[in-house]
């Protein structure tokens, strides 16, 4: 779990979650019901919520309880906030598009 959270902080979710699904393949199969599908999407649009889905629900649904839902809730708030953080840090460059470098004083 340590070498999860050391490639969490320095490269991402994205690549955390595919090297935990290559260390724990059963794992992820079960969380998420045998599916291949769903855990390739949630590692392209919700990584963090992807993340924390096989941390807290390693039997699937059955086995969530009610704290386990506001963990969900964080991470997907997280989620959030990582693609509305990259929007706001770009919003000078989107408004300056096409208007050119000239400046007239």
């Known amino acids: ?3 999860l959270l050391t490639v969490l902080f320095f490269l991402g979710p994205r690549v955390a979650d595919i090297i935990w699904w290559i260390m724990q ?3 992820w199969s079960t969380s998420f019901g045998g599916s291949f599908l769903w855990p390739i999407l949630g590692i392209i649009f919700l990584p963090f ?3 924390m889905w096989v941390l ?3 039997l699937g649904m059955a086995s969530m309880s009610g704290f386990d839902w506001v ?3 964080l991470a997907v708030v997280l989620d ?3 693609y509305g953080g990259g ?3 770009n919003r000078g460059f989107l408004s300056n598009r096409g208007r ?3 400046s007239t004083t």
């Open 56 to 58: 807290v629900a390693p």
């Open 49 to 51: 919520t992807t993340l």
């Open 80 to 82: 959030i906030a990582s």
């Open 25 to 27: 393949p059963v794992r």
């Open 71 to 73: 963990w969900i809730g």
């Open 100 to 102: 050119g470098s000239s």
């Open 1 to 3: 779990m340590c070498c």
């Open 87 to 89: 929007g706001y840090g």
